[in-house]
């Protein structure tokens, strides 16, 4: 589902079912959409037909999470979690430069990730407006109603975090990435986080100020031995469903 108002995206959400089930998530997407902090003037949901045997599982990332005070703080907390992965302070700090201004040109957000050369600091992502769209994500109906129970039992449910942990486990999977960063456009949601293979999906409270309407993602990549279109093609393209959760830790 995408929704966007006035041309500009708002919202867009992502479900891999069986047929029998597509009508009632008809239903639920357009109600996320319509529930969205703008209102949107058009919803578009796009059906395609993807073949059992091509879907990956996987088990999602730990989910933990750091109570930071301030906004100086978390991004303190977030840096410190990015350079024990090994990603260095200068290309940390042109991360959380280039998310602070707005990523795309003429400083507006994105509607997918920055892909970022942890060598270089470089941006590698083909479109520099777009940015790459992580797609084909899901749980199954089990692992879905266990996430939700955990993060109900830790008091940190939102629908957000069981997209953003989806989105995450995918991304942090595939070898080329080393971290990543985000948090939300959404004015008020202002809980970001960092995720790797070896920190997991790491929550930080009060990434941006409360009322700020900038946010985006950022994908730290290995350069080496990388095939960019690989890299895109798996985001993008392969579908992956969890079938297991992590470990969710209290905070
Ligand atoms: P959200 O947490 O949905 O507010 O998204 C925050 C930012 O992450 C957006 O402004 C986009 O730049 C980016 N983004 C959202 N969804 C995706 C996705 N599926 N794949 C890659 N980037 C995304």
């Not at 319509?34 to 058009?42: E, M, W």
């Not at 430069?97 to 050369?117: E, F, K, Q, V």
């Not at 109603?145 to 995918?170: G, N, P």
């Not at 920190?199 to 409360?210: A, C, P």
Request: one cysteine or more; a neutral charge.
């Amino acid at each position: 589902m995408r929704a966007s108002s006035n041309n500009i995206h708002v919202t867009g959400s992502e479900r891999i079912l069986d047929e029998a089930n597509l009508a009632n998530v008809f239903n639920e997407l357009v109600c996320r959409a319509l529930s969205s902090h703008i209102k949107p003037d058009s919803i578009s949901i796009n059906v395609e037909k993807i073949e059992h045997d091509a879907i990956c599982y996987a088990e999602s990332l730990d989910i933990k999470t750091v109570k930071s005070p301030t906004t100086e703080s978390a991004e303190k907390d977030a840096k410190k979690l990015l350079e024990a992965n090994g990603i260095k302070t200068e290309i940390i700090n042109q991360a959380f430069n280039l998310l602070r201004i707005g990523p795309a040109a003429g400083g507006s957000n994105m509607r997918g990730a920055i892909i970022m050369d942890i060598d270089t600091g470089k941006r590698i992502e083909p479109d520099t407006k777009r940015g790459v769209r992580v797609s084909r994500i899901d749980y199954t109906d089990a692992a879905r109603k266990s996430i939700e129970k955990a993060l109900l039992m830790h008091d940190i449910f939102h629908h957000r975090v069981i997209d953003a942990v989806a989105i995450a486990t995918k991304v942090c999977r595939r070898e080329e990435t080393i971290a990543e960063l985000c948090w939300s456009d959404n004015p008020d949601y202002t809980t970001g986080y960092v995720a790797s293979e070896k920190s997991g999906y790491v929550r930080i409270t009060n990434m941006k100020e409360k009322g700020s309407s900038r946010g985006g993602r950022v994908f730290f990549v290995n350069p080496e031995g990388l095939s960019l279109n690989d890299y895109i093609n798996y985001l993008e393209r392969q579908p992956v469903i969890i079938n297991k959760i992590g470990t969710v830790y209290g905070s």
